[in-house]
């Protein structure tokens, strides 16, 4: 199985500021995946970065609130934009875990508060 | 749209005894991936079992088995002689053949009582 190393664990922010994720993996993946887990809730997809290309964005999210870099094949950056309170999620990176349909691997999770 | 439902938002279980978690799903295709994962306090998603749709056999890792149950559409995992590490919040989920996104349940809370 795949390692993700991410980077923060948790932060507090100020409203209308930016903060940055990282997801390092120790092996290369064609597809890494953006999750938010809003508090007490599910993981919904934010958006699907591959490498070289802009990412794939679900229903209700966009670029310009979420960027979203992908400069190799080990690693991801996802920016949560001006920032609200509505925004305090669990982040979560993941990468598909070997073949296709055998599970995917999830990074440790950033818990963000915006106060 | 696949949809995933957990019925149950919370269950508790005495360590050593057996609990089953529910999952029903929604979908019109014939070939798909099933999941189990598991999310202690710790935030990390811990994939606990996975079966193929064209699989028969239900699937078994050591204490975690599934009930499967594809006319249904029912996915089932069945906790036996629980531990206290099984504390945590499990989330069924759904992916279709050829594709590589994950629909998520909502979740059920297990508390294993000492």
């Known amino acids: 199985s795949a390692v993700i190393s991410q980077k923060p664990s948790r932060d507090i922010c100020q409203r209308g500021t930016s903060l940055t994720i990282q997801c390092q993996v120790d092996?290369?993946?064609?597809?890494m995946f953006w999750y938010r887990q809003q508090p007490g809730q599910s993981l919904t997809l934010i958006a699907t970065?591959?490498?070289?290309?802009?990412?794939?964005?679900e229903s209700g999210f966009v670029i310009d609130k979420f960027p979203i870099s992908r400069p190799n094949l080990t690693f991801s950056t996802l920016t949560v934009s001006n920032m609200s309170p509505e925004d305090s999620s669990i982040y979560l990176c993941?990468?598909?875990?070997?073949?296709?349909?055998?599970?995917?691997?999830f990074g440790s999770g950033t818990r963000l508060t915006v106060v | 749209a696949q949809t995933v439902t957990q019925s149950q938002p919370e269950m508790s279980v005495q360590e050593a005894e057996t609990v089953t978690l529910s999952c029903t799903y929604d979908?019109?295709?014939?070939?798909?991936?099933l999941f189990w994962y598991k999310q202690p306090p710790s935030r990390q998603m811990i994939l606990v079992i996975r079966?193929?749709?064209?699989?028969?056999q239900n699937a078994t890792e050591n204490r975690f088995s599934v009930n499967f149950q594809k006319a249904a559409k029912s996915f089932s995992l069945k906790i036996s002689d629980s531990q206290l590490g099984d504390t945590a919040m499990y989330f069924c989920?759904?992916?279709?053949?050829?594709?590589?996104?994950?629909?998520f349940g909502a979740g059920t809370t297990v508390t294993v009582r000492a």
């Open positions: 993941s990468v598909e875990d070997g073949v296709q349909g055998d599970g995917y691997t």
């Open positions: 092996s290369q993946v064609t597809m």
């Open positions: 970065a591959n490498q070289g290309s802009e990412a794939t964005y």
């Open positions: 079966q193929e749709a064209y699989k028969q």
């Open positions: 979908t019109s295709e014939n070939n798909y991936y």
């Open positions: 989920a759904f992916m279709l053949f050829h594709d590589y996104k994950l629909s």
